[in-house]
């Protein structure tokens, strides 16, 4: 039980680093600031908990295995999630902004069309 109770907390532990790693992601109105933001820490962030996820189906070390390394592990795990939403190529980006054209934000400008700003 404590394994599970640990696992879980090092997952919120990464969700929260990459949610706050990304300005404005938390913001209500992200999306219309930032949009490219918004979806690269989106896509981070799914890719952080993808990565968490696969890494808990590998039977683990028990003689290797300390709070350390599943702090190093969080962080890397979060940093991985980064450095994959941060490709010019991620299909996942793509289709989040995509998204967001197709209801009206502006992915270059972040402002919603039609808005009196």
Do not use: C, H
């Not at 990565?51 to 808990?56: A, L, N, V, W």
């Not at 590998?58 to 350390?68: A, D, I, K, L």
């Not at 890397?76 to 939403?85: D, H, I, K, P």
């Amino acid at each position: 039980m404590t394994g599970l109770a640990t696992a879980g907390q090092a997952q919120a532990t990464a969700a929260t680093a990459a949610l706050r790693s990304t300005p404005g992601l938390l913001g209500p109105e992200s999306a219309e600031k930032d949009p490219e933001a918004a979806a690269r820490g989106f896509a981070g962030l799914f890719y952080s908990m993808m990565i968490s996820e696969m890494r808990e189906t590998v039977p683990e070390n028990p003689y290797f295995s300390n709070r350390g390394q599943e702090v190093f592990r969080s962080l890397w795990t979060s940093r991985m999630g980064e450095q994959l939403a941060a490709r010019p190529d991620d299909a996942l980006s793509a289709s989040i902004l995509e998204e967001l054209e197709g209801r009206g934000i502006s992915t270059r400008t972040g402002v919603r069309r039609g808005a009196n700003r």
